[in-house]
């Protein structure tokens, strides 16, 4: 496993964390044998993975106790990232909700704590104010943004300090290539790449968008004919299978799972701290976690980023994953 700091701090995080959200349920992943995610929690510490990213909002905070449990007495070792909802960014708000997290994790700190996603009602002066009260109490290490576009990175920038920025990010969702990803990079703002497997689709499991189970299948890859789907737009379904033809043929040609081939590819991507991949059994977590070791020579990583060129016209500069009228400034 491949180790690199986060942001300015001082804690190093493995570029490959666990990401948590589908341990959580609920309708977008179904119900979930809380065993099994217990199991792969543990199982990430044999693997080298020692940053998980979990949130408020995932199963209404069910993914955090779960995080917890599993972690046990074994938190110390572990980088806890979760995320504070944007429906909680005024002082009073934030503060509870961090103490909400606190209990459902079990801990008392967190590594990272995020803004899910920016609000447009409360000021990002507030809030980042109250992140400094959590920080000086060390009730939280480090503050982190989610979903921050160009103008809410500089403007969250301009009341403190912010390690990372977690965004979409995968060879079937470039959209953060056009802009973010430089703004980040330039702010020395670390990437995290959420949805790098695009749910499931990079590892090669389904063949065409009918075999995605309906629930997932609400992005702006997929059709908005499809039930769920909030976008009203046509999606890039013709694209993407196309391309995962063409990843499919690369990843035979090396010998490696698709899924790693996916993974290594962002890794070698400026700017990109951590690639959070979920992982729905131990199994699925040891072929990810591999994916760290994997190194690419240049000539792969521009025959991957060709293979997906058609699918990053279609979808544009958006980083929006659901909707069409973006919810990036
Ligand atoms: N900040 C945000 O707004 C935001 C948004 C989305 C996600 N995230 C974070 O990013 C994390 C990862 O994103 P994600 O869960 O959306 O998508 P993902 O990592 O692209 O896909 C995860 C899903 O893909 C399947 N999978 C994973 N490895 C596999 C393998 N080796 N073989 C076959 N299938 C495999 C599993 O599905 P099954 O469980 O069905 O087997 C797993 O649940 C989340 O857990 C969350 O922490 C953040």
Redesign the pocket.
């Known amino acids: 496993m491949q180790y690199r700091p986060l942001g300015r701090t001082d804690l190093n995080v493995s570029a490959i964390a666990l ?4 341990f959580g349920g609920g309708p977008y ?1 179904g119900d979930r044998d809380e065993q099994l995610s217990e199991q792969t929690i543990r199982t990430a510490f044999e693997v080298g993975i020692n940053f998980f ?3 408020e909002g ?1 199963g209404n905070g069910h993914s955090e106790v779960v995080l917890g449990r599993a972690l046990g007495v074994r938190r110390p070792q572990a980088v806890i990232a979760t ?1 504070v909802s944007a429906d909680h960014l005024g002082r009073e708000d934030l503060i509870r909700a961090c103490e909400g997290s606190l209990r459902r994790l079990g801990t008392d700190y967190i590594d990272l704590y ?1 803004i ?2 920016p609000s447009r009602t409360v000021p990002l002066e507030e809030t980042m104010a109250a992140m400094q009260t959590l920080l000086e109490q060390g009730k939280v290490r480090a503050v982190g943004v ?2 921050f576009g160009v103008h809410d990175l500089s403007e969250a920038l301009r009341w403190g300090r912010v390690e990372c920025n ?1 965004l ?1 990010y ?1 060879l079937l969702w470039r959209a953060i290539e056009y802009e973010i990803g430089n703004a980040c990079f330039a702010n020395e703002v670390g990437m995290l790449c ?7 689709l ?2 090669g ?1 389904w063949h065409s968008a009918d075999e995605v ?1 309906s629930g997932r299948a609400v992005t702006r890859i997929y059709s908005c004919e499809r039930e769920g789907v909030r976008h009203g737009q046509e999606g890039a379904e013709e694209e993407v299978f196309q391309a995962l033809a063409e990843i499919d043929a690369i990843a035979d040609e090396l010998a490696v ?1 698709m ?1 790693n081939l996916a993974v290594a590819w962002l890794l070698h991507q400026p700017c990109v701290t951590s690639v ?6 131990p199994a ?2 040891r ?2 976690a591999q994916a760290a070791d994997l190194k690419l020579d240049d000539g792969v990583v521009q025959r991957l980023s060709a293979a997906t060129e058609a699918v990053k016209a279609k979808i544009g500069p958006n980083p929006d ?1 659901w909707q069409a009228e973006s919810r990036y400034r």
């Not at 959420?194 to 499931?200: D, I, K, T």
């Open positions: 990401g948590c959200w589908a992943w990213d979990t949130a995932y995320k995020q899910h996603w989610s979903n977690q979409p995968s959420y949805s790098p497997l695009a749910q499931g990079l590892t499991r189970p799972p899924a959070l991949a979920g992982a729905g059994n699925q977590l072929i990810n994953m």
